[in-house]
């Protein structure tokens, strides 16, 4: 089954940071595009970040660029996403996507984990 | 940035009936880049649709979309109670994912 398995999120103070994870299992993650999408409280979705499935193409969106950092751990299939100089409007569910096959879309989701930015 | 506009925001309907959602794209998008998302309260979103009409694995055939270029659709043939949710559409142009506002189809 494939499954993707967040971690990390909680409560932390504005310009704090935080460190968020992402368990993979039940298909080969090396071989795929990796994402982090965000929704903030009763908003909708947001693309974050996307990392290749090697690791050597990364981007981000303009909210997050020059604070966020995704990095990937294949031999240990995990997906990670450092977040520094936290705002209150970070503040959501932080989803680990899997992009599908042709790379345009998200074909599975963990549940997500929650962050939250406030003092 | 390619901006996806979603219509109408809510859609009021009873089980069995029909709905019709819109997604309306401020710039062309490649059929192949078009997808549509549902997601309940409290849950992940799940992928429907991806290449605007190819429907997922395992997603029920009374789930259609259609489109092209900046206009496209997503249609419940006949609304099941489990199929009153949120649905977004998504695009992908270069590098930049974003993805609608949603429309909420709620029991009317």
């Known amino acids: 089954e494939v499954q993707l398995v967040e971690s990390g999120g909680g409560l932390v103070m504005p310009g704090g940071s935080l460190r968020l994870s992402c368990a993979a299992s039940g298909f080969p993650f090396i071989s795929y595009g990796m994402n982090w999408v965000r929704q903030a409280p009763g908003k909708g979705l947001e693309w974050v970040s996307s990392?290749?499935?090697?690791?050597?193409?990364?981007y981000y969106g303009d909210s997050v660029k020059g604070r966020f950092t995704i990095s990937r751990d294949n031999a240990k299939k995990s997906l990670f996403l450092q977040m520094n100089s936290l705002r209150a409007e970070d503040t959501a569910v932080y989803y680990c996507a899997r992009e599908g096959y042709s790379g345009s879309n998200f074909d599975c989701w963990g549940q997500g984990t929650l962050v939250t930015v406030s003092s | 940035e390619n901006v996806l506009t979603q219509s109408p925001a809510t859609l009021s309907l009873s089980p069995g009936e029909r709905a019709t959602l819109s997604c309306r794209a401020s710039?062309?998008?490649?059929?192949?880049?078009l997808a549509w998302y549902q997601q309940k309260p409290g849950q992940a979103p799940r992928l429907l649709i991806y290449?605007?009409?190819n429907r997922a694995t395992g997603i029920p055939d009374r789930f259609s979309g259609s489109g092209s270029g900046t206009d496209f659709s997503l249609t419940i043939s006949r609304l099941e109670p489990e199929d009153f949710a949120v649905y977004y559409c998504q695009q992908r142009s270069n590098w930049l994912f974003t993805f609608g506002p949603g429309t909420k189809v709620g029991i009317k």
């Open positions: 710039q062309s998008v490649s059929s192949s880049s």
């Open positions: 990392i290749s499935s090697g690791g050597s193409y990364i």
């Open positions: 290449g605007a009409s």
